[in-house]
């Protein structure tokens, strides 16, 4: 019992003895590292709010220059990384090869989220779309509330937030109506009714509903020509946070300016 911790003191003597020459050997250096870390990660963070700031007097789109801040603090901090490791005296010869050995594993074993983020690189930098747009994609559609590396994400008018990975977007052939939505519909006039009047019956309906775009203005006209009716089409842009709202309400007000002006609607408008 008295030789196991004899043993166990050594053993422990050991230790401090070897810790305390390495801290004498190498306390300069570990000081110098950790005073690099610390002023890597600092001016990384000043670099950051700095071209922040740049970006934005020059009205760099959010996305983007959020993407291209994070992008040079990582780098600041990566080359902080570098001096550390070579004040300690640690080679980044064997550790970049080991980093890229990695690297292509974790790229075989991630392809989908790895897809992801390249695509999102590519929405970000060609700006395929921004924040505020609304765009419909492999049909979905909802106004960009936020765009990562992994993903986009999208809300429609009932607030359901839509979260698309990026390599469902880039490649795909996709619409982006800005801040705005179209909406389409028609409504059956008979033959012997006055189109002309009916159309412009019609569009002044359509101007007076709130919340539609006056530019571009509402567009009114014949859409086809039916059996037993003169089909009468219209196309109106709304605010896409508002679409199923004011399409109702301009259907509405189409139908009942028609009907309440003695119109005779020979079939109630069709959905689009």
Do not use: C
């Not at 842009?237 to 309400?249: A, I, K, Q, T």
């Amino acid at each position: 019992m008295t030789d196991a911790v004899t043993e166990k003191v050594q053993s422990v003597e050991h230790i401090y003895e070897f810790l305390v020459q390495f801290l004498i050997a190498y306390s300069f250096q570990l000081l110098g590292a950790a005073i690099v870390l610390i002023a890597g990660v600092v001016i990384a963070g000043w670099v950051a709010k700095w071209l922040l700031r740049v970006q934005e007097k020059r009205n760099v789109d959010p996305t983007l220059r959020q993407f291209i801040a994070s992008a040079a603090r990582l780098i600041v901090i990566g080359l902080a990384v570098v001096i550390a490791l070579g004040n300690i005296g640690i080679s980044i010869t064997p550790l970049i090869a080991a980093i890229g050995g990695l690297a292509v594993g974790a790229s075989l074993a991630l392809q989908g989220p790895i897809s992801n983020y390249g695509a999102g690189l590519i929405i970000i930098l060609t700006r395929l779309f921004r924040v505020g747009d609304t765009i419909t994609v492999r049909g979905q559609s909802g106004v960009v509330r936020s765009i990562s590396l992994g993903a986009t994400v999208l809300a429609a008018e009932d607030g359901e937030a839509i979260v698309i990975p990026n390599r469902q977007i880039a490649g795909e052939i996709h619409r982006n109506s800005f801040a705005n939505r179209i909406v389409e519909g028609k409504i059956g006039i008979a033959y012997g009714e006055d189109i002309e009047r009916s159309i412009a019956l019609a569009r002044t309906a359509i101007r007076s509903t709130e919340g539609v775009a006056a530019e571009p203005p509402p567009q009114v006209g014949i859409e086809s020509f039916g059996e037993f009716t003169i089909q009468i089409g219209y196309r109106v842009w709304v605010p896409s946070v508002r679409y199923f709202e004011l399409l109702y309400r301009v259907n509405w007000a189409v139908f009942s300016a028609l009907t309440g002006a003695g119109v005779h609607v020979a079939r109630r408008f069709t959905p689009p």
